[in-house]
């Protein structure tokens, strides 16, 4: 969020070089803008982590705070005090324990949908497509119905969320796609294999915008999109889990007569119900309700940190307590949130940008095998690109946060993947040496994906949380569908160069390159447009704005979208 802040209104003071408070009435100093390190590699010897963190905002001011205070059924109601104040040395502590408390368990939960998710792509190595009598264009199907369940899922499953509660709904969702995952053992032919593909994406859609929006309860808009490079890099290291345990699962083919991959479905679907039955104990529903019998009587966080957990918060983004965590979205409201076009470039974005890559991700392991690659070997061979994945996507993911720009650096993945992409349409891949082919397709994969800084953008630019509720589904739904799109580009008849489809490939990519430079000039425009109107204002005009306005979420003219 960027709300802009009423200052020189009366008699109030405005920021100074060694502390801010805006009311002198016995409110005590803030901390100084500029003395925030986001990251520990920015803090020098001289940073002082016992000066004041509080940072300036709305509430500062009377005349404004109260156009913004929580609403009278916010869960975290009793923590708010617009007068609480607490150092860097403070924030930093709660910070890490929000880490190992929420966001590492989040981050297993992920493990365990990308073990269920993913295991596929290793079934491929062990005869999957035979045993079932299955064709390469059958597998593309069962892609496209699982991606356009997972698809249809989103919403509802993010607004049954919001209904229940995250630390509910997701933990339940876990249960029962484990359930089914675990079926797979006794798939008989293609019917089986689409209806399990069906029932998972039914399931699991909605898992990953209900995570983020869980996430968005506890950290600052910058602390979220470097925990979500961390919660996608999870999704990477799961990947590598998948490969070293299909390389051990698939060698039990023949085990009471059975073939390693149904093994394979079987035991990982036995991991994630346990990461499920663990989770209903594990989430809390906010920063103010850990207290249980499994969390201990006192819960997690003292009174004071879970002061410092909600003024920080709510200090940098206002708009996070405009609704309860039990409240659910009301079709006036879902239908307001969908026709908000300044997320549609987001989505648009989302839509197109890993389908570049998505082809050669989901044929790698059959490739491997047909360049005479075992299977042990094939499955080995799936780690290198994930390894290189997770340090490119964690540094891009950095890299927008300290340079403060989004659009450009979430660009970069787009060059990296287009010299390898042209070499794939290029060379004779038949013929040519399967090392090379193999190092060139761990180069493209292993590519600094942005989804972790656009997820971000669009919730900082949601402004709501109703409207970051259904924007996040949104979101995912256009990534889904670009994942239907991009597994239908490679067909049988191309087989086995793909030149058709990697022409395709390419000019998707010089799309989505004209697509970025697009959004960027979208938001900027919008933003001066915003500026011309709100600095036309004198004080007290600004003040009745936020007093009469019927504006609401990004709409306001006191909001300016991230870029």
Request: hydrophobic letters at 45%; glycine letters at 6%.
């Amino acid at each position: 969020m960027a709300t802009v802040l009423v200052q020189d209104i009366g008699s109030k003071k405005t920021a100074t070089e060694s502390t801010i408070s805006l009311d002198s009435d016995g409110v005590p100093p803030l901390g100084v803008p500029k003395e925030e390190k986001r990251f520990w590699f920015q803090r020098t010897r001289d940073f002082d982590h016992e000066a004041i963190a509080t940072q300036p905002s709305v509430f500062d001011d009377a005349q404004t705070a109260e156009k913004y205070q929580p609403r009278s059924d916010w869960e975290n109601l009793h923590r708010f005090d617009p007068k609480a104040r607490w150092t860097w040395t403070e924030e930093y502590a709660i910070v890490r324990k929000i880490d190992w408390r929420i966001t590492v368990w989040a981050c297993i939960m992920f493990m365990a949908l990308e073990l269920d998710r993913a295991n596929l792509t290793q079934a491929l190595t062990d005869n999957f497509l035979n045993d079932l009598h299955l064709t390469t264009n059958d597998y593309n199907l069962g892609n496209t119905v699982f991606k356009l369940s997972f698809l249809l899922a989103e919403l509802p499953s993010q607004l049954v969320s919001k209904w229940m509660g995250p630390d509910r709904w997701i933990p339940s969702q876990m249960v029962l796609w484990s359930i089914v995952a675990g079926g797979q053992f006794w798939l008989s032919g293609r019917e089986s294999f689409l209806a399990t593909r069906a029932l998972l994406g039914i399931l699991q859609g909605g898992f990953i915008p209900d995570v983020i929006l869980y996430l968005s309860y506890f950290y600052k808009h910058h602390e979220l999109s470097i925990r979500l490079g961390f919660f996608w890099t999870m999704m990477s290291v799961a990947d590598i889990l998948s490969a070293l345990l299909a390389a051990g699962f698939l060698q039990m083919r023949g085990v009471l007569g059975y073939a390693g991959w149904r093994w394979l479905f079987l035991l990982e679907a036995l991991i994630t119900l346990i990461v499920g039955l663990f989770s209903f104990l594990l989430m809390p529903a906010g920063p103010c309700q850990t207290a249980s019998w499994f969390r201990g009587k006192d819960g997690w966080f003292t009174p004071r940190e879970e002061t410092i957990i909600v003024n920080r918060v709510l200090r940098e983004d206002p708009s996070k307590s405009d609704m309860h965590n039990r409240q659910p979205i009301t079709p006036k409201l879902l239908w307001k949130c969908l026709k908000d076009y300044d997320l549609w470039p987001l989505y648009i974005l989302g839509l197109s940008f890993q389908i570049p890559a998505t082809p050669e991700q989901q044929y790698l392991t059959l490739s491997l095998r047909q360049m005479k690659f075992d299977t042990f070997t094939s499955n080995l061979l799936s780690i290198p690109w994930t390894a290189i994945h997770i340090v490119t996507m964690l540094a891009n993911t950095y890299a927008a946060e300290i340079f403060g720009e989004l659009t450009f650096v979430a660009m970069i993945g787009q060059f990296w993947i287009l010299p390898f992409l042209i070499y794939l349409n290029v060379a004779d891949t038949a013929n040519a040496n399967r090392w090379v082919i193999w190092a060139v397709t761990t180069l493209l994969l292993g590519y600094p994906n942005a989804h972790p800084i656009q997820v971000g953008w669009n919730s900082r630019n949601s402004n709501t949380v109703r409207a970051r509720t259904v924007s996040a589904a949104c979101y995912n739904m256009f990534v889904q569908t670009g994942g239907i799109i991009a597994s239908n580009i490679y067909r049988a008849d191309d087989a086995p160069l793909y030149r058709r489809g990697n022409k395709q490939l390419i000019a998707i990519l010089a799309m989505n390159i004209v697509l970025y430079c697009l959004t960027k000039l979208y938001y900027v425009l919008r933003n001066r447009s915003r500026d011309r109107k709100w600095n036309a204002m004198t004080a007290e005009e600004k003040l009745t704005y936020l007093s009469t306005t019927k504006d609401e979420g990004n709409k306001r003219l006191d909001f300016r979208f991230e870029n």
